[in-house]
């Protein structure tokens, strides 16, 4: 039986993507995702929060990438913490899905998880992919939270309306794993 051996042919060889993942339902998206910018050439390093554990596996994303995936600030190794080292190598820092944590806490400059912490460390481009219900996406304070994002140059891929794991109709469904990839390669390919 042949092997196969990790493949960065593609649009996206020789670019180094961190993924971050957070709690929102839509995060099983995520290994979709990661899959795609793989087979596009990309070196995807999976970053997930507490909360994104319990929707989707790390062992899934970390096969799927084919990297470690980083979820905590204490399990770090080596003398440079792993996501100072990821932060300063990556070409896009994305995070599909963002929930309205992640958004708050980056327009507020928090680091409470590694995420709001390469969020804070990288010179690379930001690109966030928001998911929640409709009525938390439409509240005016995750509203100005984009717009305080937007207006510092993060690219917001927009959720779309649809049926929504919360029961409710509406905004606020993740962008099609497609178009994430589509904007990703527009981007830095
Ligand atoms: C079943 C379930 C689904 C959730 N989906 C979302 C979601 O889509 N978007 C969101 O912002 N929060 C969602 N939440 C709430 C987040 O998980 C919660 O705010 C958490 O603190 C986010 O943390 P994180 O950003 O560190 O992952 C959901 C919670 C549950 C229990």
Not at 59 to 81: A, I, K, Y
Not at 86 to 94: E, Q, R, S, W
Not at 125 to 134: D, H
Not at 149 to 171: F, T
């Amino acid at each position: 039986m042949t092997e196969s051996t990790p493949s960065f042919s593609g649009p996206l060889a020789g670019k180094t993507i961190a993924l971050g993942v957070s709690g929102s339902i839509a995060a099983y998206k995520a290994a979709d995702l990661t899959s795609e910018l793989r087979k596009a050439g990309a070196d995807v390093h999976v970053v997930m929060t507490e909360s994104a554990t319990k929707f989707i596996s790390v062992l899934t994303l970390g096969t799927l990438s084919r990297n470690p995936v980083l979820t905590s600030f204490w399990d770090e190794e080596g003398w440079q913490p792993g996501h100072i080292e990821l932060a300063d190598k990556i070409d896009l820092f994305l995070v599909a899905p963002a929930t309205a944590q992640q958004v708050g806490n980056y327009a507020n400059g928090l680091a409470p998880d590694l995420l709001g912490a390469i969020y804070l460390a990288t010179k690379a481009p930001v690109m966030l992919a928001p998911a929640m219900n409709g009525k938390m996406y439409e509240h005016e304070a995750v509203q100005k939270n984009l717009e305080t994002l937007k207006g510092r140059g993060v690219e917001i891929i927009e959720p779309v309306v649809g049926e929504l794991a919360c029961g409710y109709e509406g905004i606020g469904k993740l962008a099609l794993v497609s178009e994430i990839t589509e904007t990703v390669l527009s981007y830095i390919a």
